[in-house]
């Protein structure tokens, strides 16, 4: 089984400055991987596909990139509407799926 | 409008039995691959169970396997989780979940349902 591990756990920042989040794969996933927004009591929004395309509808503050072991998603100014958890999501050597432990990113 | 729809969930004492329904609406149902992800209190999100487009592969995390059963009706357009021996780790929102519609794969999820309640306790 692949383990994804994001940090850091949790990311605390302030409107308009810059958020940097990790996942590291147990092993290669090459492009695989996956990011997803989720806010309290909503279900998760996929953000980011293939390391690096954003879903269709996703504005261009979010961006992936990263292969093989080592991702990272960056939103390059933060929004009020961005405070949220973060998870990663790899679909390179499965059954089963594996998702990340999540990063929170909360208004400083 | 397309959207997927969960029931069945509710409270269930550890051994007992469940099955859980999701209805689609709004995509061609039969050419999609289903996913149940599910989400423990306040934790993560956890991969389930997957289903082919066809219903003939299926797919089960080890943590449920042997135990949950995958499948689907083309004719409803309705996936379903036939989740037995249940045990109290398994309290968790369920999720029905596909891709393929924003990503090119089905296992990035870019459609899901609302979630549905499993509590298992005595």
Excluded: H
């Excluded at chain 1, 383990?3 to 409107?15: D, F, G, I, N």
């Excluded at chain 1, 806010?39 to 504005?59: V, W």
């Excluded at chain 2, 389930?48 to 396997?65: E, I, Q």
């Amino acid at each position: 089984e692949i383990v994804l591990t994001q940090s850091p756990a949790t990311l605390s920042l302030s409107p308009g400055e810059r958020a940097t989040l990790s996942c590291r794969a147990s092993q290669n996933v090459s492009t695989y991987l996956a990011w997803y927004q989720q806010k309290p009591g909503q279900t998760p929004r996929l953000l980011i596909y293939d390391a690096s395309n954003r879903a269709t509808g996703i504005p261009a503050r979010f961006s992936g990139s990263g292969s093989g072991t080592d991702f990272t998603l960056t939103i390059s100014s933060l929004e009020p509407e961005d405070f949220a958890v973060y998870y990663c999501q790899q679909r390179s050597n499965w059954p089963p799926l594996t998702f990340g432990g999540g990063t929170k990113v909360e208004i400083e | 409008e397309v959207q997927l729809l969960e029931s069945g969930g509710g409270l269930v004492q550890p051994g007992g039995s469940l099955r859980l329904s999701c209805a689609a609406s709004g995509f061609t149902f039969s050419n999609y691959a289903m996913s149940w992800v599910r989400q423990a209190p306040g934790k993560g999100l956890e991969w389930v169970s997957g289903l082919s487009g066809s219903g003939g592969y299926t797919y089960y995390a080890d943590s449920v396997k042997g135990r949950f059963t995958i499948s689907r009706d083309s004719s409803k357009n309705s996936v379903y989780l036939q989740m037995n021996s249940l045990r109290a780790e398994d309290t968790a929102a369920y999720f029905c979940a596909t891709g393929g519609r924003l990503s090119g794969s089905y296992y990035y999820f870019d459609l899901w349902g609302q979630g549905t309640l499993v509590t298992v306790s005595s």
